[in-house]
């Protein structure tokens, strides 16, 4: 058990670039979240999967981010034509079927410019 | 909507003087709460769920509490690798699977030595 594994840990891109976050749950895990935290605040949910499955999208997602989880092992995150307030903290976490509460990993760090 | 709120904001302690931090809830059923310590840079630690009013938990210098509007988290006799941000989250029954949390915004604490 290795932990939820993300990369890169940072990204610093310019605005309009597309960026792609990776994902690697703990083995086993057949739930898989993503949140985004901004200086000063606390993780806002974006959206959950549960296997391959990708079952609720938050109203944050807009049209621009993509997520995805093929054959339910590792998770991406894609955002188009990035813009200055993508700017933020991207965490993944995962969580087995009989606990509600779930592990974080480190997060990737996005900067647009 | 399901809210968190945190208090106080920020809380600079001595090293070995106790203190609660605390954290008020509405959510339209309460699944479980959760506490979280985040150092700078990286994902929120796992350290407590809480299910019902009246529950404790303990773990080290910490111990979390619960009533049916709000969360404490004692610290007692705290040492400086105790300084972090404290996130506590909700979980709401939804009918679905999808174990969301809702945070607060997280209470800085500080120990100075």
Known sequence: DTGVSQNPRHKITKRGQNVTFRCDPISEHNRLYWYRQTLGQGPEFLTYFQNEAQLEKSRLLSDRFSAERPKGSFSTLEIQRTEQGDSAMYLCASSPDRWEGYTFGSGTRLTVV | EDQVTQSPEALRLQ??????LNCSYTVSGLRGLFWYRQDPGK???????????????EKERLKATLTKKESFLHITAPKPEDSATYLCAVQAYSGGSNYKLTFGKGTLLTVNP
């Open chain 2, 15 to 20: 090293e070995g003087e106790s203190s609660s």
């Open chain 2, 43 to 57: 994902g929120p630690e796992f350290l407590f769920t809480l299910y019902s009013a009246g529950e404790e938990k």
